[in-house]
């Protein structure tokens, strides 16, 4: 006869990997630097947020951050600190900040 096992008795292990919630490209984390350093002396990282507008809807908004908010997420790479606000988390799970400089426009860009 075959042998049955009870699933409902077995325990199992599952192993959460907690992965960042935002990667920064060298360009980004250089440039977050560069911003930094003409920052005002009370800035301690920038911050992300979101808000209505945009073609999907929704734009990213970027400001020096002063203090860290109770609900931010706090994301330190490369050398810099990146504060997400709460609201922004579930847009930018899994990206990757970049920063792009062409002929006559620079700015940071998102890759889902």
Known sequence: MDERYDVRCCKIRIKFIMSQIIKLSDNAASRI??????????????????????????SYVME?????????????EKGVRVFID????????????????EDFSSSFVFNN
């Open 33 to 58: 630097k560069h911003i930094m350093s003409n920052a005002q002396k009370d800035a301690i990282g920038v911050r992300i947020s979101v808000k209505s507008g945009g073609c999907a809807g929704m």
């Open 64 to 76: 020096y951050s002063k203090e860290i908010n109770p609900n931010d997420e706090v994301v330190e």
């Open 86 to 101: 709460s609201a922004a988390v579930l847009y930018l799970l899994g990206t990757e900040m970049d920063y792009k400089k």
